[in-house]
């Protein structure tokens, strides 16, 4: 029988444990662990199209880990879809991993996959106090990496959702 990941079950040396200010916090070397050792085992939901991108399929696995990951932590009433994400990041940069595009003056630069801006950096890593809870850790340099942007990135689509919710009636992951 195969095993699901259940990020519940999951205990993260070094994380929330030794933080004093009891927030849940993920660094890059827990990202690396929890993919590395959970993702081959999810049954493959993510569609298999490449988008006419010749890496199209390339980060498959890690949207899929990613989208059960936070879908999992967050258990929102419609779950994110990982073939959005996988059409979000065609869009953003189209499966080039090591892109970076100017996002503006108060955004600074955007990298990576998903486009993780500067300022979305601070915000999750709660130098600003955009979150409450689930702060992810990683630096400029490592948002180029798939693994860590795709992390990084659809975390903050789970938080671009509560703005959202917040103000309008129950929006569609789309319209966030």
């Known amino acids: 029988q195969r095993r699901e990941m259940n ?6 040396r070094g994380s929330c444990v030794k933080n004093k200010s009891g927030k849940d916090t993920i660094y890059a070397d ?5 993919a590395n050792s959970f993702f081959s085992q999810l049954p493959q939901r993510v569609s298999n199209f490449d988008l006419e991108f010749k890496r199209g399929n390339e ?3 890690l949207v899929e880990g990613w989208v059960k990951y936070w879908n999992d932590i967050f258990s ?8 959005l994400v996988k059409v979000l990041i065609a869009t953003e940069s189209s ?13 600074g630069k955007a990298r ?3 486009q993780v801006t ?6 999750l890593s709660g130098e ?16 180029y990496d798939p693994n860590l942007n795709i992390a990084a990135g659809v975390r903050w689509l789970f938080r671009k959702k509560e703005i959202a919710d917040a103000k309008f009636k129950s929006p569609s992951w789309i319209e966030v």
């Open 7 to 12: 990020v519940r079950e999951h205990y993260r």
């Open 30 to 34: 827990e990202l690396f662990l929890i």
């Open 59 to 61: 980060f498959n696995l």
């Open 76 to 83: 929102p009433k419609i779950l994110l879809d990982p073939d």
């Open 95 to 107: 499966f080039i991993p090591d892109v970076q595009n100017n996002a503006g003056k108060r955004a």
């Open 112 to 114: 990576g996959l998903m």
């Open 118 to 123: 500067d300022q979305t950096l601070k915000f």
């Open 128 to 143: 600003k106090k955009e979150l409450k809870n689930h702060f992810v850790i990683i630096d400029q340099k490592e948002a």
